[in-house]
Nanobody, 124 residues
Framework: QVQLVESGGGLVQAGGSLRLSCAASGRSFSNYIMGWFRQAPGKEREFVAGIRWSGDSSRYADSVKGRFTVNRDNAKNTVYLQMNSLKAEDSATYYC?????????????????WGQGTQVTVSS
């Protein structure tokens, strides 16, 4: 059974950085894509970044390009989201998601497995 566990959220000042982690377990993820989504209160869940587990393809939402970086550590079965130059509008619950695919999808409905989420709050 696939399990995804996020960590690394917290409170940070605008302009600061956080690194989120998503520990994946339950199977081999070599043919999976991993996505990061976020959801603020009263808003729909939106795509932030995604990566093929192979690491040879990644995608970013326009709102985070140049500030966020997604990567993975195969040895630790963990995907990371490095978030720099954080803004108040980045505040949300961040979720890790996964599905068997070679295409990095940007819609949440395309993902099968989800973590429980980790809260990120950016104070202005």
């Amino acid at each position: 059974q696939v399990q995804l566990v996020e960590s690394g959220g917290g409170l940070v000042q605008a302009g600061g950085s956080l690194r989120l982690s998503c520990a994946a377990s339950g199977r081999s993820f070599s043919n999976y894509i991993m996505g990061w989504f976020r959801q603020a209160p009263g808003k729909e869940r939106e795509f932030v970044a995604g990566i093929r587990w192979s690491g040879d393809s990644s995608r970013y939402a326009d709102s985070v390009k140049g500030r966020f970086t997604v990567n993975r550590d195969n040895a630790k079965n963990t995907v990371y989201l490095q978030m720099n130059s954080l803004k108040a509008e980045d505040s949300a619950t961040y979720y890790c998601a996964a599905r068997l695919s070679t295409v990095v999808y940007v819609i949440p409905q395309a993902y099968v497995h989800w973590g429980q989420g980790t809260q990120v709050t950016v104070s202005s």
